[in-house]
């Protein structure tokens, strides 16, 4: 089970850091990953981290202003995002998946808000 957390109203500009704990499965073999969905459109991978930290990738909208860090020994996936704009509002979801596989344990979304 993926609870993520952490979401909010926040003015542009603001920062949001959203965390992605796990209970029942330990996260420290997965790859993980942040997605949002707006509204009528498809659900984009924000950005994803492998196992130990030390690989880490973007969209190319969030480069700059958003980091994904873990913490094995919390089982905790977090999302720092900084320098906030409108059209990052949306829900974020947190996901795991094995190496070679696709994303197929999920966590509910938190609503992230950012106000102009």
């Known amino acids: 089970q993926l609870q993520a957390s952490g979401g909010g109203l926040v003015q542009a500009g603001g920062s949001l850091r959203l965390s992605c704990a796990a209970s029942?499965?330990?996260?420290?073999?997965?790859?993980m990953g942040w997605f949002r969905q707006a509204p009528g459109k498809v659900r984009e991978l924000v950005a994803d981290?492998?196992?130990?930290?030390?690989?880490?990738n973007y969209v190319d909208s969030v480069k700059g202003r958003f980091t994904i860090s873990r913490d094995n020994a919390k089982n905790t996936v977090y999302l720092q995002m900084n320098s906030l704009k409108p059209e990052d509002t949306t829900i974020y979801s947190c996901?795991?998946?094995?190496?070679?596989?696709?994303?197929?344990?999920w966590g509910q979304g938190t609503q992230v808000t950012v106000s102009s």
């Open positions: 029942g499965r330990t996260l420290s073999s997965y790859i």
């Open positions: 981290i492998n196992w130990s930290g030390g690989s880490t």
């Open positions: 996901a795991a998946r094995a190496a070679g596989y696709p994303y197929n344990y």
